[in-house]
C-alpha cells in the first residue's frame, strides 16, 4: 500500500511538472503567433501569462515593450525594456529600442553609453546602431555653439 502511494505521487509531480515547464512555453509561442498576426490584446495576454509562469523569460518582457512601442505606451514600453535587460543585459534588441527611445526623448548622454554597450554585444543588429548615432550626430548640439 505505501508502495503504490508512493509511486501514485511521483506519477502525479512528474505529469504536473511536465504540464507546467509545457504550459509556460506554450503561452510565449501563442503569443509571438498572435504577435505576428497583429493582434497584439491577445499577443500581449499570452506574454503575460507566460511570464506569471517564469518571471525571468526575458523574451516575453521584451515583446510586451514591442507591443506597447507599437500602442505608443512609453512608460509600459520603457518599463519592459528595463525588465528585458535586467534579466539579460547582453540582449542587443533591448539595447537598440532602448536607444531609439532615448533619441526621441533627446537624452544624448543615454543613446552614447547604451551605444557603447551595444557595441560589445551587437551579432545581428550592428549596422542599425550605425544608424542611430548617424542621426544623433546630425542632431546634437556643438560644443562651440551658444
Do not use: H
Not at 520603457?78 to 526621441?104: G, Q, V
Amino acid at each position: 500500500m505505501n508502495k503504490i502511494f508512493k509511486i501514485t505521487i511521483i506519477i502525479y509531480l512528474v505529469i504536473n511538472f511536465s504540464n507546467f515547464s509545457l504550459g509556460k512555453e506554450n503561452f510565449f509561442n501563442k503569443g509571438l503567433e498572435l504577435y505576428k498576426e497583429k493582434k497584439y490584446e491577445d499577443a500581449r495576454f499570452m506574454f503575460e501569462r507566460s511570464i506569471v509562469f517564469n518571471p525571468k523569460d526575458s523574451n516575453s518582457y521584451l515583446y510586451l515593450a514591442k507591443i506597447y512601442n507599437i500602442e505608443e505606451d512609453q512608460k509600459k514600453e520603457e518599463k519592459n525594456l528595463k525588465a528585458t535587460l535586467l534579466i539579460e543585459p547582453n540582449n542587443e534588441e533591448a539595447i537598440l529600442m532602448s536607444m531609439r527611445m532615448a533619441l526621441e526623448r533627446s537624452n544624448y548622454q543615454k543613446v552614447k553609453d547604451l551605444s557603447k554597450t551595444f557595441k560589445k554585444v551587437c551579432k545581428k543588429l550592428c549596422y542599425e546602431s550605425k544608424e542611430i548615432l548617424d542621426s544623433l550626430k546630425n542632431i546634437e548640439p556643438k560644443n562651440n555653439e551658444s
